[in-house]
């Protein structure tokens, strides 16, 4: 009689026991039809399962769930890929398309705000020489006036107006236009070719200052700016005092400009005081110029720009009027 023998289990592989009296071999537990079938590649072919058991989502047949329990998908169109090759190579956002300010868009804001200022300059002048006859060689003061009074609130509505608007900003433009207008006809009246000299001195000045500035020779620092502000502060109080003076007739009406008419050492005092508000004029254009390349640096909104432009035209308008001053005085004087 034959004993059932049984062989020791080999790592990594099942036990099979034999049974020699009855001459069966009894299986792993493993090897079954089902695993045989799930471990055969051939029963992965989708002809072999059962069509219920695969799942089609909406928009086409993307994935199917395969009887194995697997999932088997589909490879994306043509023109996906297609898509996605050219995002990939498509250029980053600059700042237009992420409406970020730029050099180019400050440009443009400024040509239109000194665009809409010539314009109505235009028809400052002349409204001011319109009053001009020869029974009246008086030019009218009112064009210039109104300008500078109308000028004078929107520029403090946007100085301190936390958000640039450009509506206000161009409404400033417009009022200084009749201003600068205005003044410009008056002095031509009185002393022609006035105009072209503070025009010429105007831009010498602006286009020196933006050329240092863009080489690097000059910057704005911390110390500057301190004295700059302290001396504004004082320039305004003399203004100030100078404009109250003249209108209550405590000063003769023979100094045109009131106490810049005076004289110290026999040179007028609105001329030591020209060439020193030359000097803070071009530093507060170095200011301006900073103030754009630092927003254009760190990314600031786009709508600053209007706010940089805006600026930009108070600090030229300003040296424009004390040139044009400077030149009257030392014209007068001769």
Do not use: C
């Not at 592989?13 to 009894?26: F, K």
């Not at 404009?243 to 040179?267: E, K, N």
């Amino acid at each position: 009689m034959v004993s059932s023998q049984q062989h020791p289990a080999t790592p990594g592989r099942a036990s099979a026991s034999v049974d020699l009296q009855h001459g069966a071999v009894d299986q792993p537990r493993f090897w079954s039809v089902r695993a045989v079938a799930l471990n055969n590649p051939a029963f992965n072919n989708p002809a072999f399962q059962d069509p219920r058991a695969v799942q089609t989502y909406p928009g086409g047949s993307q994935a199917a769930r395969l009887g194995n329990g697997q999932t088997q998908y589909a490879p994306p169109p043509a023109a996906t890929n297609a898509e996605l090759e050219g995002k990939f190579a498509a250029p980053s956002a600059g700042a237009q398309q992420t409406d970020r300010m730029t050099y180019e868009d400050t440009v443009y804001k400024t040509i239109a705000l000194f665009a809409v200022m010539l314009v109505v300059a235009v028809g400052g002048w002349i409204w001011t020489m319109s009053s001009v006859t020869p029974t009246n060689p008086e030019p009218n003061v009112a064009p210039w006036l109104i300008g500078a009074l109308g000028g004078f609130v929107l520029a403090m509505v946007n100085i301190f107006k936390k958000q640039p608007s450009a509506p206000l900003i161009m409404a400033y433009a417009a009022f200084q236009g009749l201003f600068v207008g205005g003044i410009s006809a008056y002095f031509e009246f009185m002393m022609p070719g006035i105009v072209v000299q503070a025009t010429l001195a105007t831009v010498s000045v602006v286009g020196v200052t933006l050329a240092l500035f863009a080489s690097g020779k000059i910057r704005a620092s911390k110390r500057a700016t301190k004295i700059f502000m302290i001396a504004m502060i004082g320039y305004l109080v003399f203004s100030l005092l100078n404009v109250g003076l003249m209108l209550f007739g405590v000063l003769p009406a023979d100094q045109m400009f009131g106490l810049r008419s005076a004289t110290i050492a026999g040179i007028p005092i609105g001329l030591i005081l020209g060439v020193l508000v030359v000097i803070m004029a071009a530093y507060s254009l170095v200011l301006d110029f900073d103030q754009i390349q630092q927003g254009v640096r760190n990314g600031a909104p786009r709508k600053l720009a209007w706010k940089a432009a805006f600026g930009i035209m108070v600090t030229v308008i300003w040296l424009y009027v004390e040139i044009l001053r400077m030149i009257a005085i030392i014209r007068g004087s001769n």
